[in-house]
């Protein structure tokens, strides 16, 4: 290939991987980055950086949640990431090319897919959400440390001495890939004394990280495994270092091939090449994101940000049944006011789908804070809030926590603690504007009272130091229903709570409370309330339960006497009854 073809070829295959990247973050997956984005608090002043250039490693997650900011927006994200993908696989061509200089102008454009590879697995790893962007910065800086590293024997104990703390210190224990790489140059070229500058350089990398142990407070090995590259080293250890050894060995690797000298093998061989890397990286990358945790992701931005009628459209399409997809659901057709009329036409899982237990995880938690936060039940969604954002693993601050604790705060009348969150959100880049607004309502008591979220939740809270067990939710959904009767989210969660543990006899007390305030009579009450009164062998009460309700109640009991495998029973799915009679296992596999 002459110089021009060979760039036009790799940088158009480099463009067109960028593209396959950005697709896939900005229309695949897009809500994973406002999961990682939502776990983070970015503060933009001088002990936020100090505290960062204290610890190993701490430069690259500094710049890498200053990169995560931008995942507030999909597009933006998926660019970083993008970005990041593309850039570390012409770092590593560029190594390759260094290796091959003293050599000569070696072809290695057939060669040229393979540099993907790290690219693609780092595209692998990011699937397990505990990955995080820190350990992508990382590998870049150690890369451009192994593009600059000077050739020369005699100056490697020198650049070593100087560039391997710094390196570390910078983008923490991954310079032990610049140790590697740099030894393995010197061992292709100086076999005698370079093995033996090369042992000293990763014997100098060992020992910086060791010695850190004294300075910092972590343990030895948090500093080999890396601070900031991950959330919760659980899943992918193995692979997270065989990406920087693949990076160190990759350009003697491919040094060890045949040259492709012929013109028209050398475009069949990138061609093959190609196509082995796109099918490996489909394979790969398709099995490292699984459905059903990407899922919950998408079901907690939708909650995050308020699209309840997304939410019930995409439940509509896929009928979760997952308790966290399916609580999302519930709340989201609670906020629409259709609870009580489309229940049932979802999967369940008993009262825990309306309002889940306490689980001390960073995530589910959050969930159940935002129907706690829309109940009116404050104090508990700000106390869920401190939980999850203290159950991180990473014990870092979370930006979405700080914003709902400034909330429940101004809600409470804590003007002094909601302005402390409210300073920390104004050294933000994305949420700088709206603590400034939330801080003028701090002076003005009248414009918290009639704001559309705040006013309301004011009015509906509980004021007291109420206490209820998890197992008598309904309890304060009670006690709401008394503070507030316009209260249509704590009506809906009250009525069916029972309903979904089955309990009829709860359910008919509730709804007589209920009524003695306001009158409320969806399909799944007026099913309910008929279903009792036919087992008690009374009359339904006048005005409450519609004929058309009555009629398919009969065609329902009639249906039921050939036997709970009836056929004839599909068509009354969604009711009240099927739910508890035939019970979940025969809706779930509608």
Not at 28 to 50: D, I, M, T
Not at 281 to 306: F, G, S, W
Not at 394 to 416: F, P
Not at 468 to 477: G, L, P, R, T
């Amino acid at each position: 290939m002459k110089k021009y073809s060979r760039l036009v070829v790799q940088w158009g295959l480099t463009m067109l991987f960028a593209l396959v990247v950005f697709l896939f973050w900005n229309i695949k997956y897009p809500f994973v980055l406002s999961y990682q984005e939502q776990f983070q608090l970015f503060l933009a002043n001088g002990s936020y950086f100090r505290e960062a250039l204290a610890v190993p490693g701490g430069l690259a997650r500094y710049l890498a949640e200053w990169f995560g900011q931008l995942y507030i927006s999909f597009t933006a994200g998926a660019i970083v990431l993008a970005v990041a993908y593309v850039l570390i696989q012409r770092l590593v061509w560029r190594l390759c090319c260094k290796v091959f200089e003293s050599e000569g102008n070696q072809p290695l454009t057939a060669y040229y897919p393979l540099t993907f590879l790290p690219s693609v697995l780092l595209w692998v790893l990011m699937g397990d959400e505990s990955v995080l962007l820190a350990y992508g910065v990382s590998l870049v800086v150690c890369l451009m440390a192994m593009c600059v590293w000077p050739v020369t024997l005699r100056w490697q104990l020198p650049a070593a001495a100087v560039l391997i703390p710094l390196v570390y210190w910078i983008a923490g224990p991954m310079v032990l890939m610049v140790a590697v790489f740099v030894a393995l140059r010197l061992l292709a070229s100086n076999k005698g004394r370079g093995l033996l500058v090369g042992v000293a350089v990763i014997l100098w990398a060992v020992a910086c990280i060791l010695l850190s142990a004294n300075i910092t407070p972590y343990p030895t090995d948090r500093l080999l495994a890396g601070i900031g590259y991950y959330r919760l080293l659980a899943t992918h250890p193995l692979l997270m270092a065989l990406i920087p050894l693949l990076c160190a060995l990759l350009p003697f690797l491919l040094r060890m091939l045949p040259a492709i000298r012929a013109c028209k093998t050398r475009y069949a061989s990138f061609a093959t090449f190609t196509l082995l890397t796109a099918v490996a990286a489909a394979i790969l990358v398709a099995d490292a994101y699984d459905p059903q945790k990407y899922e919950l992701m998408e079901y907690d931005h939708l909650v995050r940000t308020k699209q309840w009628d997304a939410i019930v459209a995409k439940a509509e399409k896929h009928h979760p049944d997952l308790p966290m997809s399916v609580c999302a659901n519930n709340l989201a057709l609670a906020m629409n006011g259709q609870l009580g009329d489309r229940i049932f036409e979802f999967y369940q899982h008993g009262s825990e789908g309306l309002l889940p237990p306490f689980q001390k995880h960073f995530t589910s938690d959050q969930l159940t804070g935002e129907v706690a936060f829309y109940l009116g039940l404050v104090n508990t969604a700000q106390r869920l809030a401190m939980e999850s954002m203290e159950a991180l693993p990473d014990q870092r601050k979370s930006v979405r926590v700080v914003k709902r604790l400034a909330e429940t705060n101004l809600i409470n009348g804590q003007y002094d603690v909601a302005r402390k969150y409210l300073k920390l959100l104004q050294q933000t880049m994305f949420y700088r504007d709206w603590a400034r607004q939330m801080e003028a309502l701090l002076a003005d008591e009248d414009k918290i009272n009639v704001h559309p979220l705040y006013g309301w939740l004011r009015k509906s809270r509980l004021d007291n130091n109420f206490l209820y067990s998890e197992d008598e939710a309904d309890k304060a959904c009670g006690q709401l229903l008394m503070k507030n009767p316009e209260n249509m989210m704590a009506v809906q969660y009250l009525l069916m709570m029972p309903l979904l543990d089955g309990d009829l006899d709860r359910f008919m007390q509730y709804d007589q409370v209920v009524n003695e305030q306001i009158e409320y009579h969806p399909r799944a009450v007026q099913e309910a309330v008929a279903f009792a009164c036919m087992q008690a062998r009374r009359p339904v009460p006048p005005g409450t339960v519609n004929p058309v309700v009555l009629r398919s109640l009969d065609g329902f009991m009639r249906a039921w006497q050939d036997g709970p495998q009836s056929t004839a029973l599909d068509a009354y799915k969604n009711t009240v009854w099927y739910y508890l009679t035939v019970g979940q296992s025969n809706i779930q596999r509608r």
